[in-house]
T-cell receptor
């Protein structure tokens, strides 16, 4: 079974440019999460989807970040415009029922220069 | 104050040593407690989880939760060089809700 797939793996952009990350969750997982992990820190949730609905986006900086999960499967996270402080690893995770199903992808490492 | 505190290390031990990793937390609503292992440039991988208080053992790994003290631990017996990674504790109030992570402990097991 394929795990959570994220692309790209790495992205380097100049500040003020837009950037987008893509996530394909595990088949059958209704819940999808985007986390941000700063260097030397644990991941922090940006947004959680139950199917197509964003049910927890309290930590998403809505002035520059947006996300969508069309048809309740794949998801895209966008930053526009990017700032230097956005440099981090962006992790996607998905889950069904049960704690053990909570699975992370390998992440997208973003560097803003 | 952070909801979850974890000693960042780094921690360096010889092969075969017993390793103890710990987290404290402040939110009484947390019910599920997880330990993740993260290798360099990889996503976190679930090692073990515990619901409420108690102990759980899986091979060389033992997880303990003491809700009265708001303290969780992960023990690794007979540590191996392949155990070298960052270990993250995480917890949430309900299954599937947001995870609150500690900052991770970097462990190196030397051959």
């Amino acid at each position: 079974e394929a795990g959570v797939v994220q692309s790209p793996r790495y992205k380097i952009i100049e500040k003020k440019q837009p950037v987008a990350f893509w996530c394909n969750p595990i088949s059958g997982h209704n819940t999808l999460y985007w986390y941000r992990q700063n260097l030397g820190q644990g991941p922090e949730l940006l947004i959680r989807y139950e199917n197509e609905e964003a049910v927890d986006d309290s930590q998403l900086p809505k002035d520059r970040f947006s996300a969508e999960r069309l048809k309740g499967v794949d998801s895209t996270l966008k930053i526009q415009p990017a700032e230097l402080g956005d440099s981090a690893v962006y992790l996607c995770a998905s889950s069904s029922t049960g704690v053990a199903s909570y699975t992370f992808g390998s992440g997208t490492r973003l560097t803003v220069v | 104050q952070k909801e979850v505190e974890q000693d960042p290390g780094p921690l360096s031990v010889p092969e075969g040593a017993i390793v103890s990793l710990n987290c404290t937390y402040s939110n009484s609503a947390f019910q599920y407690f997880m330990w993740y292992r993260q290798y360099s440039r990889k996503g976190p991988e679930l090692l073990m989880y515990t619901y409420s208080s108690g102990n759980k053992e899986d091979g060389r790994f033992t997880a303990q939760v003491d809700k009265s003290s708001k303290y969780i631990s992960l023990f690794i017996r007979d540590s191996q060089p392949s155990d070298s990674a960052t270990y993250l504790c995480a917890m949430n109030p309900t299954s599937g809700s947001r995870l609150t992570f500690g900052e991770g402990t970097q462990l190196t097991v030397n051959p």
